[in-house]
């Protein structure tokens, strides 16, 4: 199956700093990714949508201006959490998504804001 | 808005025990996704059923597609300590979006 890799795989963070988050397509071109962000032993909650050269599509409550998602090119989006704050302290996963074929997902990213 | 039950949510069974896990909705969705993840990793492709009444087979487990499409279960057979993680159905909705039920959390005891 295709790979998504996420990097960094852990990052440790002062609070109000902001950090980024790549998830990367390694052998095929994405035109859809998706990030999620899940909660210890709950399920993954979609955040939004990324397309490749358009403004990602965001889930009802996730504030677009606290997390910015880029997706420059169509095996690279990004996802920057802003003024990050220990609430925001969480497992973050990406997808990658070829048209109408499945979604494979990245590694995860886990988020801890001190 | 589409949703997805998903029970049980916790479940601790000794190594040898059959179990099921049931995923339900009261919408259709055009196909229906079973992932297993690992804790700090990503969730891992299972299976993807899209005909209504569809039964897929992999090793122990079995999958079901409900007959309307709203519906699906998981059954492992003589469970193992392997088989413990967190299993995840996942509706895929017109839009392509994944809809995730809420998990199910399997412990298999040796």
């Known amino acids: 199956g295709a790979v998504v890799s996420q990097h960094p795989s852990r990052v440790i963070c002062k609070s109000g700093t902001s950090v980024k988050i790549e998830c990367r397509s390694l052998?095929?071109?994405?035109?859809?990714m998706f990030w999620y962000r899940q909660f210890p032993k709950q399920s993954l909650m979609l955040m939004a949508t990324?397309?490749?050269?358009?403004?990602?599509?965001?889930e009802q409550g996730v504030e677009k201006d606290k997390f910015l998602i880029n997706h420059a090119s169509l095996t690279l989006s990004t996802l920057t959490v802003t003024s990050a704050h220990p609430e925001d302290s969480s497992f973050y996963i990406c997808?990658?998504?070829?048209?109408?074929?499945?979604?494979?997902f990245g590694q995860g990213t886990r988020l801890t804001v001190v | 808005t589409q949703l997805l039950e998903q029970s049980p949510q916790f479940l601790s069974i000794q190594e040898g025990e059959n179990l099921t896990v049931y995923c339900n909705s009261s919408?259709?969705?055009?196909?229906l996704q079973w992932y297993r993840q690992e804790p700090g990793e990503g969730p891992v492709l299972l299976v993807t059923?899209?005909?209504?009444?569809e039964v897929k087979k992999l090793k122990r487990l079995t999958f079901q597609f409900g007959d309307a499409r709203k519906d699906s279960s998981l059954h492992i057979t003589a469970a193992q300590p392997g088989d413990t993680g967190l299993y995840l159905c996942?509706?895929?909705?017109?839009?392509?979006?994944?809809?995730f039920g809420q998990g199910t959390e399997l412990s298999v005891k040796p």
């Open positions: 990324s397309n490749e050269g358009s403004k990602a599509t965001y």
């Open positions: 997808s990658a998504r070829v048209q109408s074929t499945e979604a494979f």
């Open positions: 052998d095929f071109q994405a035109t859809t």
């Open positions: 919408s259709v969705f055009s196909s």
């Open positions: 996942a509706g895929v909705s017109q839009g392509g979006k994944l809809i």
């Open positions: 059923v899209v005909t209504g009444g």
